[in-house]
């Protein structure tokens, strides 16, 4: 009796694919309930289309002033004509507007180059310190001939971009430091830690914009007054530390036990420890939360409206407060912003997307 | 190496003295920067006349909310308007943490649907909402309310009694009555009964190891003190339909346009971010799990129920625990659009007292106290759900 097959199997075709017209529309009409949905969701998508089309396009005016966007029913294209530059820069002075586009230009370069993690080191890290600087003298003025530009005329999308870029950088540092007190063995220094973070934390961050607002003033000795701008940005900082140091203590935690141990029979003290293996090996783990981060600080800082400092949000909506256009305007202006915060933070999101891979893939 | 140990140096390269001196510096450089503040600001309000302390709370408020859960009148004291601040906060708060969950989960399930087009629609629904600004939204939802809807008089109707118009969103009300309370604490009992019987039922199941079916004995636990307590009282339900006459709206319970915006911006704003999480707490149940529950046996519901669920809860619980509170902590954004929340009530307070230090830091107490309240309260409902061993 054989037990062992002597010959080959019959060479088989692979199994076709079921393709075709068939086959490509079982997912959207399969099933009768599926027709229904799918009959449905093109309802709606029609329904959608056609009345943006309608109110951007059909109904829209694209020429004349108030008056004329007063009797028609769509958008109102003038508007922007009108108001654009306004809603970008604000209050800068008009013919010195050159400088927030090219600080903004030289902010999106150093992002766009910054963005290839192959790029990442000392020398890019100095790169940013250069070009935040140049970006500062640029906007401030006072210097090499430009005219100087105080803060209070500052306004539209380079503030938003300056109050949610610089608000997570300097939280950065701080919230290394935060998370590394709340890790650390000495009782004292973990409380307090703990106590700063969980009372950030805990509290909306318009508490902390009217604290640095309204109760700063009061706290500085006499004589002594804080911008309004910088103290709107101190209060950014500080709130986004205490949410970058559950990052990073996140990332802490991530590092085997291991790793500390081997660095301390090296003979390495706790700062050289850190500086040398930790957190080179937790930054790595933090980057995608952290970019997720900023898109939400990104979005917060439209708060700042409520302290009253002129960011995007502000300058879309007092430019739809002109008397000229109050009461004719009332949705274009909201619906160019959401576009506008709309495609930077998706911009961001995917690129949080495409380092979670990037890493992932480094890794195994 | 003896000569190290003599030398007075030592006690530099000494752990436990480096320990204490580093929680000594630092605990003093933290007291030291209070009292440099304290004193700044003691010395300012002095200067500036600035009353201090809390008495500022038994005067008289004098000024109007337009929207109070409890009676409210401009004689009234601040403590009082301070206390409707933080009910109108709760209120508008809890509605929109359930609505949110309700339309996440939903929008979770479409995103989970085996329809491209249908799970395509939810995710671009997740995506605008995520990555538009609350305020903004919020600005948006009260420009509609206020421009785009009909006035008053020509109101929507969008389901019987229910009528939308600038003016706002009038729902019927219930003339609330003794009897109802009576029948409130009765629900509540049958909720506790209906606790203990599937605690018993659950127990007996485990002995025996008999499944049988204990929906309808923890059902009729539920439901039998209401529906005893609405016999024996036999209330006249009241409920008060709102009318539409010829200008205006009478009866039912009239919700102002700030409150409606503030609601439908936060439910929307956390719904997408429910929807993602519940996606993946379903997501990162595997497959097998599924497979190894039936092959054990169990029908696709009791798979739900005993296997499924309990997991997903575990991965879904902390994350929605802090959208809880992002929903409760973002009611603030209130002010912007004028609705009379904690925040709004502080800043009228501030400004018609002079007082700034002590409204910020009674109204960010009561956030404090709040969020630790609930993510004590999550983290122990976590602790029960996790894993034990």
Same mark, same amino acid.
């Given at each position: 009796?054989?037990?062992?097959?002597?010959?080959?199997?019959p060479?088989?075709?692979?199994?076709?694919?079921?393709?075709?017209?068939?086959?490509?529309?079982?997912p959207?009409?399969g099933t009768i309930?599926n027709?229904?949905?799918?009959?449905?969701?093109?309802?709606?998508?029609?329904l959608?289309v056609?009345?943006?089309?309608q109110?951007?396009?059909?109904d @829209?005016?694209?020429?004349?002033?108030?008056?004329?966007?007063?009797?028609?029913r769509?958008?109102?294209?003038?508007?922007?004509?009108?108001k654009l530059?306004?809603?970008?820069?604000?209050?800068?002075?008009?013919?010195?507007?050159w400088r927030?586009?090219?600080a903004?230009?030289l902010?999106?370069g150093?992002?766009g180059i /910054?963005?290839?993690?192959?790029?990442?080191?000392r020398?890019?890290?100095?790169?940013?310190?250069?070009?935040l600087?140049?970006?500062?003298?640029?906007?401030r003025?006072?210097?090499?001939?430009?005219?100087? $530009?105080?803060?209070?005329?500052?306004g539209?999308?380079?503030?938003?971009?300056?109050?949610?870029?610089?608000?997570?950088?300097?939280?950065?540092?701080?919230?290394?430091m935060l998370?590394?007190?709340?890790?650390?063995?000495?009782?004292?220094?973990?409380?307090?830690?703990?106590?700063f973070i969980?009372?950030?934390?805990?509290?909306?961050?318009i508490?902390?914009?009217?604290?640095?607002?309204?109760?700063?003033?009061?706290?500085?000795?006499?004589?002594v007054?804080?911008d309004?701008?910088?103290r709107?940005?101190?209060a950014?900082?500080?709130?986004a530390?205490a949410?970058?140091?559950?990052?990073v203590?996140?990332?802490?935690?991530?590092?085997?036990?291991?790793?500390?141990?081997?660095?301390?029979?090296?003979?390495?003290h706790?700062w050289?420890?850190?500086?040398?293996?930790?957190?080179?090996?937790?930054?790595?783990?933090?980057?995608?939360?952290l $970019?997720?981060?900023?898109?939400?600080?990104?979005?917060?800082?439209?708060?700042?409206?409520?302290?009253?400092?002129?960011d995007?949000?502000?300058?879309?909506?007092?430019?739809m407060?002109?008397?000229?256009?109050?009461?004719?305007?009332?949705?274009?202006?909201y619906?160019?912003a959401?576009s506008?915060?709309?495609?930077f933070?998706?911009?961001?999101? @995917?690129?949080? *997307?495409?380092?979670?891979?990037?890493?992932?893939?480094?890794?195994? | 190496?003896q000569?190290a140990?003599?030398?007075?140096?030592?006690?530099?390269?000494?752990?436990?003295?480096?320990a204490?001196?580093?929680?000594?510096?630092?605990?003093?450089a933290?007291?030291?920067?209070?009292?440099?503040?304290f004193h700044?600001a003691?010395?300012n309000l002095?200067?500036?006349?600035?009353?201090?302390?809390?008495?500022?709370?038994?005067?008289?408020?004098?000024?109007?909310?337009?929207?109070?859960p409890?009676?409210?009148?401009?004689?009234?004291t601040?403590a009082?308007?301070?206390?409707?601040?933080?009910?109108n906060?709760?209120? $508008?708060?809890?509605?929109? $943490?359930?609505?949110?969950?309700?339309?996440?989960t939903?929008v979770?399930?479409g995103?989970?649907s085996s329809?491209?087009?249908?799970?395509?629609?939810?995710?671009?629904?997740?995506?605008?909402?995520?990555?538009?600004?609350?305020l903004?939204l919020?600005?948006?939802?009260?420009?509609v309310?206020?421009?785009?809807l009909?006035?008053?008089?020509?109101? %929507?109707?969008?389901l019987?009694?229910?009528?939308l118009?600038?003016?706002?969103?009038?729902?019927p009300?219930? !003339?609330w009555?003794?009897?109802?309370?009576w029948?409130a &604490?009765? &629900?509540?009992?049958?909720?506790?009964?209906s606790?203990?019987?599937?605690?018993?039922?659950?127990?007996?199941?485990?002995a025996?190891?008999?499944? !049988?079916r204990?929906?309808?004995?923890?059902a009729?636990?539920?439901l039998?003190?209401?529906?005893l307590?609405? &016999?024996?009282?036999r209330?006249s339900?009241?409920?008060?339909?709102?009318?539409?006459?010829?200008?205006?709206l009478?009866?039912?319970a009239?919700l102002?346009?700030?409150?409606?915006?503030?609601?439908?911006g936060?439910?929307?704003?956390?719904?997408?971010n429910?929807?993602?999480?519940?996606?993946?707490g379903i997501?990162?149940?595997?497959?097998?799990q599924?497979?190894?529950?039936? /092959?054990?046996?169990? *029908?696709r519901?009791m798979? %739900?129920?005993?296997?499924?669920?309990?997991q /997903?809860?575990?991965?879904?619980?902390?994350?929605?625990?802090?959208?809880?509170?992002n929903?409760?902590?973002n009611?603030?954004?209130?002010i912007?659009?004028?609705?009379?929340?904690?925040?709004?009530?502080?800043?009228t307070t501030?400004?018609?007292?002079?007082?700034a230090?002590?409204?910020?830091? &009674?109204?960010?107490?009561?956030y404090?106290?709040?969020?630790?309240s609930i993510? @004590?309260?999550?983290?122990?409902?976590?602790? !029960?759900?996790?894993?034990?061993?």
């Open positions: 009796m054989q037990l062992v097959k002597a010959e080959l199997a060479r088989m075709e692979r199994p076709r694919e079921n393709l075709g017209p068939r086959a490509a529309l079982a959207y009409f309930p027709a229904i949905v799918t009959i449905a969701c093109v309802a709606l998508i029609a959608l056609h009345r943006s089309i109110w951007l396009f059909v @829209a005016v694209f020429s004349g002033g108030p008056a004329a966007c007063k009797t028609g769509g958008a109102c294209w003038p508007f922007f004509s009108d530059r306004f809603m970008v820069f604000g209050f800068y002075p008009y013919d010195e507007q927030p586009i090219t903004l230009m902010f999106f150093a992002c /910054s963005m290839s993690p192959a790029l990442w080191g020398r890019l890290l100095a790169g940013w310190g250069v070009m600087v140049a970006a500062f003298v640029l906007m003025g006072g210097v090499f001939g430009l005219v100087s $530009v105080p803060t209070s005329q500052w539209g999308l380079p503030l938003s971009f300056m109050l949610s870029f610089i608000g997570l950088a300097g939280a950065f540092p701080l919230g290394i998370a590394l007190a709340r890790a650390s063995k000495l009782p004292v220094i973990r409380v307090i830690a703990i106590a969980e009372l950030v934390r805990g509290v909306p961050l508490s902390i914009l009217f604290m640095a607002s309204v109760m700063l003033p009061l706290f500085m000795p006499s004589g007054t804080i309004k701008l910088l709107a940005q101190i950014i900082i500080l709130f530390a949410y970058v140091a559950e990052i203590r996140g990332g802490l935690q991530a590092i085997p036990k291991g790793q500390y141990e081997a660095s301390a029979a090296m003979g390495l706790y050289q420890m850190m500086r040398l293996i930790v957190l080179p090996q937790a930054i790595k783990i933090m980057i995608p939360p $970019v997720t981060l900023f898109i939400g600080f990104f979005q917060d800082t439209t708060l700042v409206v409520i302290v009253g400092l002129l995007f949000l502000d300058t879309v909506r007092s430019s407060r002109d008397p000229q256009w109050q009461g004719i305007v009332v949705l274009e202006g619906v160019f959401a506008v915060y709309l495609f933070s998706t911009i961001m999101g @995917a690129y949080s *997307r495409f380092l979670e891979r990037h890493f992932r893939m480094g890794h195994d | 190496m000569a140990s003599d030398s007075p140096w030592r006690i530099v390269y000494d752990v436990r003295a480096r204490i001196f580093y929680q000594v510096a630092c605990g003093l933290v007291v030291t920067i209070a009292v440099f503040l700044n003691s010395e002095a200067r500036q006349n600035i009353a201090t302390g809390f008495s500022y709370l038994w005067r008289e408020a004098g000024f109007v909310i337009s929207q109070s409890i009676a409210y009148q401009p004689a009234d601040y009082r308007a301070l206390l409707v601040g933080i009910l906060t709760i209120r $508008v708060s809890a509605l929109a $943490v359930v609505l949110a969950t309700v339309i996440g939903l979770a399930i995103r989970l329809n491209p087009l249908l799970s395509r629609i939810m995710m671009i629904y997740v995506e605008i909402l995520r990555n538009v600004p609350l903004l919020l600005f948006l939802c009260y420009a309310i206020v421009t785009s009909p006035p008053v008089r020509d109101a %929507l109707r969008i019987p009694s229910v009528y118009s600038n003016g706002g969103l009038v729902v009300s219930v !003339r009555s003794d009897e109802l309370s029948i &604490l009765a &629900l509540v009992v049958g909720i506790a009964a606790v203990v019987v599937s605690r018993a039922l659950r127990l007996r199941r485990v025996t190891g008999m499944e !049988r204990t929906w309808p004995l923890i009729g636990a539920l039998l003190p209401p529906i307590a609405i &016999l024996i009282l209330p339900l009241a409920v008060d339909f709102p009318e539409l006459g010829r200008f205006r009478s009866g039912g009239q102002m346009p700030e409150f409606v915006a503030l609601l439908v936060l439910t929307l704003g956390a719904s997408a429910v929807a993602e999480i519940v996606r993946s997501t990162a149940i595997k497959k097998g599924w497979e190894a529950a039936s /092959s054990l046996g169990l *029908r519901s798979s %739900l129920r005993l296997v499924i669920l309990p /997903s809860l575990r991965v879904i619980i902390p994350p929605m625990t802090s959208t809880y509170l929903v409760f902590k009611s603030s954004l209130a912007a659009i004028g609705y009379p929340d904690l925040v709004m009530v502080s800043n501030m400004n018609q007292t002079g007082q230090i002590e409204p910020i830091a &009674l109204f960010m107490m009561v404090l106290s709040l969020s630790l993510s @004590a309260f999550m983290n122990w409902y976590n602790a !029960r759900v996790a894993l034990r061993g």
